[in-house]
């Protein structure tokens, strides 16, 4: 019985020892995990000390390069700029059909920048135009009437053509089949113009 006991009590104590054991190297793996975790912070912190002493230099450069630029140098450089702005400003045609027209004779309506005016402003500004526009209009009607007994030629078209206000020129052209951009280039007014004035009249 006793030979038994000892068995058992040695292969618990063997077994106690292979426990000890296993749990000292999972304390050295703990340990070294926090060896390098403290190197890796240890380096971390290295980097970016020596991030933010470089960016201090840098920035200290900086200054020091603003610092030399003298106010005179700031002012003509100033001075040059609106001196450009200037001969830009000359440059550019104060007329718009100028600023349409290339250099080919062809119209560019596309870079002009768009006006947006609310419907009634646009329309009021119209209603006015056909109403000049039919006073100038009322004291043609006779020469008109003369000639259309008579067979139209080409310069009987250009004079009525010229005696029709804007928009009444542009509706014509529009029953025709010509599109705005064509209206425009013929009417040398803006494709934007053109497009309002069909639209009000439709």
């Known amino acids: 019985m006793t030979i038994i006991l ?3 009590l040695f292969i618990l104590q063997l077994l106690s020892f292979y426990f000890l054991i296993i749990l000292n190297t999972k304390l050295a793996k703990f340990k ?3 060896k390098k975790q403290e190197r890796l912070m240890r380096e ?3 980097t970016i000390s020596i991030y933010l002493a470089d960016m201090k230099d840098e920035n200290d450069r900086l200054i020091q390069e603003l610092q030399r630029v003298s106010k005179s140098e700031i002012q003509n450089a100033v001075k040059q700029k609106e001196q450009i702005v200037r001969q830009k400003e000359q440059e550019q045609p104060p007329s ?3 600023e349409e027209s290339t250099v080919d004779g062809s119209v560019s309506l596309d870079n002009e920048p768009r006006v947006y005016v609310p419907k009634n402003i646009v329309a009021n500004a119209y209603s006015r135009q ?3 526009g039919a006073k100038n209009d009322a004291n043609k009607t006779e020469a008109k009437v003369a000639q259309s ?3 139209p030629t080409d310069a009987t078209k250009k004079e009525e053509a010229k005696s029709l206000t804007i928009e009444q ?3 014509e052209l529009a029953k025709q089949g010509k599109t705005a951009e064509e209206i425009a280039k013929q009417l040398q007014k803006g494709k934007t ?3 309002l004035l069909l639209k009000f009249h439709h």
């Open 169 to 171: 020129q542009a509706v």
């Open 96 to 98: 718009l059909t100028k």
């Open 130 to 132: 056909q109403q000049t």
């Open 193 to 195: 113009e053109i497009e």
């Open 6 to 8: 000892i068995a058992v």
């Open 44 to 46: 971390m912190d290295d």
């Open 32 to 34: 070294d995990l926090e």
């Open 149 to 151: 007994a008579q067979e």
